[in-house]
């Protein structure tokens, strides 16, 4: 059962814009850059990075919608605090991990709307 109007090229775009390019840009720019660029500073203060990360990352789905960028700050939220956590181990998992996890919710929401488009 698939979305009306979409063929399955449309579909290998989103899977990989969506699905795997973004979610590892977004980490980079989003969690890594802050976390890092705030540990560079010789008092770093995870509660700071936490926040410009979040809010960064709502910011920039803006474009989409206020309504969307309201949801993402919770979902930017999640995101910054695995990263923290998981940096505390290794900062390669850190990214790792925190992309992953980003790459598992847009596929969901993938699923979602590809099986129930009146979520959208």
């Not at 795997?20 to 660029?37: G, R």
């Not at 309201?70 to 998992?93: C, D, P, T």
Request: charged fraction near 10%; proline fraction near 3%.
């Amino acid at each position: 059962m698939a979305a009306q109007g979409i063929d399955t090229l449309a579909y290998i775009q989103i899977f990989l814009g969506g699905i795997l390019l973004a979610p590892a840009l977004e980490t980079a720019i989003f969690q890594v850059m802050p976390f890092e660029l705030m540990q560079l500073r010789r008092r770093s203060v995870p509660r700071l990075s936490l926040s410009i990360s979040t809010l960064a990352f709502s910011a920039a789905h803006l474009s989409i919608s206020l309504a969307h960028a309201e949801q993402m700050l919770f979902l930017g939220l999640m995101f910054g605090a695995i990263y923290l956590w998981v940096r505390r181990r290794s900062r390669k998992f850190a990214f790792c991990t925190t992309a992953i996890a980003h790459m598992t919710h847009n596929l969901v929401a993938l699923i979602l709307l590809i099986f129930f488009p009146q979520l959208a």
